[in-house]
């Protein structure tokens, strides 16, 4: 079972366990996500979609052996916009979603963030960390629906003996992101694609560590696959700056717009880079997709989808 199935890193996942050989069954209530993002998956054996908020009583009949809780509101335009669903799915739909790993004796995978560890203070950042993270300002909303998501999955795990773990991502981008979501990586590429102006935040110089899908999509698999409990970060080391994501995008889209600078959010992190020793060690995970070369492949993705990239 995936919540949040029918999301942008959901359906990567939906469709990985499915060539694994499992039946999945996908659980949205298409807050964020949209059913045209598993639409490919519809007629393959084993899938099924249900329309339902976890943050409801969640049943589901006969037997599954894993949970995976994606569900939440991950991009900033849509937690700022939904900060109480964002803290009710963190907390409400991570109890539900336990409590169905509870009854039916199934591993449960906790999607979190890198975003537990705040504005960090330690550089890169381990699991260990335990982050820098403003409770009362507006992404407190995401953060601390996470942290307190990650604390409930540790209280299951201690209580009632669940077979709990807890992935930490860092920035992800790919196919089925949406353009106007407010992450950099769509926005750059959409601007870029339009020949609109390049729009970075404050001087560009914060600092973001960008991971190609699939290499979290293994990574997740093998945290699945193992008995960690976590947290364990998947993210892609290598960190750039976001005037150097931008320029970038800008030469492999061969774009003529300009760079132009806006008004930073507020507590926006200034640096991000995984520390990914634990899943070299435990997982044998590293990922795989070299920088330019993912983003060729979101870049290829939204040039074949030009509706989207719109204005
Ligand atoms: P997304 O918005 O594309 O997917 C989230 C999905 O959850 C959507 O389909 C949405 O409709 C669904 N959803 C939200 N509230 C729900 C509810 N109450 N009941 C049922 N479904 C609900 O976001 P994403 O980028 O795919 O992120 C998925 C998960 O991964 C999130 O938990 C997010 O916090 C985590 N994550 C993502 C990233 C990233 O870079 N994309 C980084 C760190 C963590």
Redesign the pocket.
């Known amino acids: 079972m995936v919540?949040?199935?029918?999301?942008?890193?959901?359906?990567?996942l939906c469709e990985r366990l499915l060539d694994d050989g499992h039946e999945v069954l996908a659980?949205?209530?298409?807050?964020?996500?949209?059913p045209q993002?598993v639409a490919h998956l519809m007629p393959r054996d084993g899938f099924r979609l249900i329309r339902?908020?976890?943050?409801?009583f969640v049943h589901v009949a006969g037997p599954v052996d894993q949970v995976l809780?994606?569900?939440?509101?991950?991009?900033p335009v849509?937690y700022l916009l939904?900060p109480i669903?964002?803290l009710?799915?963190?907390s409400?739909?991570t109890l539900h979603a336990l409590g169905l790993a509870k009854e039916k004796g199934a591993r449960f995978l906790?999607?979190?963030?890198?975003?537990t560890y705040g504005d960090p203070q330690i550089h890169p950042q381990p699991e260990t960390y335990w982050g820098h993270v403003n409770p009362v300002g507006p992404r407190g909303v995401?953060d601390e629906a996470?942290r307190y998501a990650e604390a409930l999955t540790m209280a299951y795990r201690r209580t009632h003996d669940v077979d709990t773990s807890i992935?930490?991502?860092?920035?992800?981008?790919g196919p089925?992101?949406?353009a106007h979501?407010g992450?950099a990586i769509p926005a750059f590429i959409s601007q870029a694609l339009t020949s609109r102006p390049i729009t970075v935040a404050g001087d560009g110089s914060q600092t973001r560590s960008i991971?190609y899908?699939d290499d979290?999509v293994e990574g997740v698999m093998r945290l699945l696959r193992s008995d960690l409990a976590g947290p364990v970060n998947i993210g892609n080391p290598h960190e750039v700056s976001v005037l150097h994501l931008a320029e970038t995008i800008r030469d492999l889209t061969s774009s003529s717009s300009e760079i132009t600078f806006i008004e930073r959010p507020v507590d926006d992190p200034s640096v991000r880079q995984p520390d990914i020793a634990l899943a070299k060690a435990e997982l044998g995970w590293e990922p795989k997709v070299e920088f330019r070369d993912g983003l060729s492949r979101t870049i290829d993705y939204f040039r074949s989808h030009p509706d989207l990239v719109a204005d």
């Open positions: 919540t949040g199935g029918a999301g942008f890193l959901g359906s990567h659980l949205d209530n298409f807050l964020t996500g949209t993002n339902a908020d976890v943050t409801d809780h994606f569900a939440s509101p991950a991009s849509d939904l669903e964002t009710k799915v963190g409400i739909g906790l999607a979190s963030t890198s975003e995401y996470k992935v930490r991502i860092f920035n992800v981008h089925s992101m949406r979501d992450r991971m899908v979290l």
